[in-house]
């Protein structure tokens, strides 16, 4: 039973099966072939794996990242980031950089920080001199920085997952975050710079844009803060974030029409319905490795080794790394969040601390060839050859894994700021 729940996953991804009929498949074989139990307990586990009062956040802030992004709010938070560094040497891509970590805090889909971000930037970044490697590049890794600042779908799933408090998880990734964009900066500020771009600080273009922005900052304000000083949950806080949306891109700055919003809200239905499949079917696949003793085995297996816990976690980072290579981070942190939270408690990890390591590690996946989502999307947008684009993200990788192992290795990054609010 084991193996066939290890290899047929494999073989199937490796025909290019879609990764919900995979795991469906795998599923409905082992309980035909290898289980003694009643057919029907297959779609009770996956209606049961649905029943989540937390899960509702996800269509929530799917739909409240799409339409800020096609209300306008984007682009003027993206005027708001470069009147504040416009003068700094890099200050575009900067600019850049600072507008994806403004909007994770928005929007916990690193697909929509690809189409938000990109669409703004990506011809300027062009026109200012940079090359489509470094630009395009620059896009697509940043926007990883979503799954980490709060609100991030990434953890939401996770928490659900490991039945691990989402606002804590929310709390935990905030440093992690900071520490992977101050790591691009730094390699952005050693980037060689257009000369048209550095423009110096003004006040008044200041005062403009922060007046123009202060809608798009006031989510912000609504999600966090209602959070964190416990007057909603996160859940609550994504319904009042809809509606708090609804009202600024309609009524305030009059971007969005009600056909307009039929639209998004459908777009934002079809995304809902692409995720909470994969739920539904990866909630069947973990039941049966609970059930099968493979969770409890593979933690058993992990404790009788007698190594050291940070070379466990390696191990564990390389597995991440490699999957998120692979699958959506949806998809890998459902199937195997089940499997590690037991080897990690083995081991003494906080299950907070490993819910940022698992997501950090997906997250890395959604810019690393050959299958990375944000890839995909930004190739759709703008039609960059996947050679170019491959040879820019090279050094964000490479800088990423290093942000990863400081995260790693640093429970503080992670334990802080949780340990100050709950």
Same mark, same amino acid.
């Given at each position: 039973?084991?193996?066939?729940?290890?290899?047929?996953?494999?073989?199937?991804?490796?025909?290019?099966?879609?990764?919900?009929?995979?795991?469906?498949?795998?599923?409905?074989?082992?309980?035909?072939?290898?289980?003694?139990?009643?057919?029907?307990?297959?779609?009770?586990?996956?209606?049961?794996?649905?029943?989540?009062?937390?899960?509702?956040?996800?269509?929530?802030?799917?739909?409240?990242?799409?339409?800020?992004?096609?209300?306008?709010?984007?682009?003027?938070?993206?005027?708001?980031?470069?009147?504040?560094?416009?003068?700094v040497r890099g200050s575009?891509?900067?600019?850049?950089?600072?507008?994806?970590t403004v909007f994770s805090?928005?929007?916990?889909?690193?697909?929509?920080?690809?189409?938000?971000?990109?669409?703004?930037?990506?011809?300027?970044?062009?026109?200012?001199?940079?090359?489509?490697?470094?630009?395009? &590049?620059?896009?697509?890794?940043?926007?990883?920085?979503?799954?980490?600042?709060?609100?991030?779908?990434?953890?939401?799933?996770?928490?659900?997952?490991?039945?691990?408090?989402?606002?804590?998880?929310?709390? &935990?990734?905030?440093?992690?975050?900071?520490?992977?964009?101050?790591?691009?900066?730094?390699?952005?500020?050693?980037?060689?710079?257009?000369?048209?771009?550095?423009?110096?600080?003004?006040?008044?273009?200041?005062?403009?844009?922060?007046?123009?922005?202060?809608?798009?900052?006031?989510?912000?304000?609504?999600?966090?803060?209602?959070?964190?000083s416990g007057v909603f949950?996160?859940?609550?806080?994504?319904?009042?974030?809809?509606?708090?949306?609804?009202?600024?891109?309609?009524?305030?700055?009059?971007?969005?029409?009600?056909?307009?919003?039929?639209?998004?809200?459908?777009?934002?239905?079809?995304?809902?319905?692409?995720?909470? *499949?994969?739920?539904?079917?990866?909630?069947?696949?973990?039941?049966?490795?609970?059930?099968?003793?493979?969770?409890?085995?593979?933690?058993?297996?992990? &404790?009788?080794?007698? *190594?050291?816990?940070?070379?466990?976690?390696?191990?564990?980072?390389?597995?991440?790394?490699?999957?998120?290579?692979?699958?959506?981070?949806?998809?890998?942190?459902?199937?195997?969040?089940?499997?590690?939270?037991?080897?990690?408690?083995?081991?003494?990890?906080?299950?907070?601390?490993?819910?940022?390591?698992?997501?950090?590690?997906?997250?890395?996946?959604?810019?690393?060839?050959?299958?990375?989502?944000?890839?995909?999307?930004?190739?759709?947008?703008?039609?960059?050859?996947?050679?170019?684009?491959?040879?820019?993200?090279?050094?964000?990788?490479?800088?990423?894994?290093?942000?990863?192992?400081?995260?790693?290795?640093?429970? &503080?990054?992670?334990?802080?700021?949780?340990?100050?609010?709950?």
């Amino acid at each position: 039973m084991i193996w066939v729940m290890v290899l047929a996953p494999v073989v199937l991804l490796g025909l290019g099966f879609p990764i919900f009929l995979i795991l469906l498949a795998t599923s409905a074989a082992v309980l035909v072939v290898f289980l003694d139990v009643p057919t029907t307990i297959t779609h009770q586990i996956m209606f049961s794996s649905l029943d989540r009062f937390a899960l509702l956040a996800v269509p929530f802030f799917i739909f409240t990242g799409e339409l800020m992004f096609r209300g306008g709010v984007a682009s003027r938070l993206l005027r708001w980031v470069a009147s504040m560094i416009g003068w700094v040497r890099g200050s575009l891509p900067l600019t850049t950089l600072g507008m994806t970590t403004v909007f994770s805090a928005i929007s916990g889909a690193t697909t929509a920080a690809v189409a938000a971000v990109g669409s703004t930037t990506y011809r300027q970044l062009r026109e200012t001199g940079y090359s489509d490697r470094f630009a395009s &590049a620059l896009i697509t890794s940043a926007a990883a920085i979503d799954n980490l600042i709060p609100p991030s779908l990434g953890f939401i799933i996770y928490g659900v997952a490991s039945d691990t408090s989402i606002a804590a998880l929310f709390a &935990a990734g905030i440093i992690p975050g900071l520490v992977l964009a101050g790591f691009f900066g730094a390699y952005i500020s050693a980037h060689p710079t257009g000369s048209r771009e550095t423009q110096p600080f003004a006040w008044p273009e200041f005062l403009r844009a922060t007046r123009e922005g202060v809608w798009g900052l006031g989510a912000i304000v609504i999600i966090l803060g209602g959070i964190y000083s416990g007057v909603f949950s996160p859940t609550e806080a994504a319904g009042i974030a809809c509606v708090y949306s609804i009202i600024v891109t309609m009524l305030v700055h009059r971007e969005v029409s009600l056909r307009q919003l039929f639209e998004i809200a459908a777009r934002s239905m079809y995304v809902t319905a692409q995720v909470f *499949v994969i739920v539904a079917v990866a909630g069947l696949y973990a039941w049966l490795l609970t059930t099968g003793g493979v969770a409890h085995s593979a933690a058993s297996f992990v &404790a009788g080794l007698h *190594v050291p816990g940070w070379a466990i976690l390696v191990v564990i980072n390389l597995l991440l790394l490699f999957v998120g290579c692979f699958i959506d981070t949806a998809s890998a942190m459902l199937v195997l969040t089940p499997l590690l939270v037991p080897i990690a408690k083995t081991i003494g990890i906080d299950p907070i601390h490993f819910g940022v390591i698992v997501v950090m590690n997906l997250s890395i996946g959604t810019f690393t060839p050959p299958f990375g989502l944000n890839i995909f999307v930004f190739q759709a947008l703008f039609r960059v050859p996947s050679a170019v684009l491959y040879q820019g993200l090279v050094p964000f990788i490479v800088l990423a894994l290093a942000a990863l192992a400081l995260v790693t290795h640093i429970p &503080a990054l992670s334990l802080w700021i949780p340990g100050l609010l709950f």
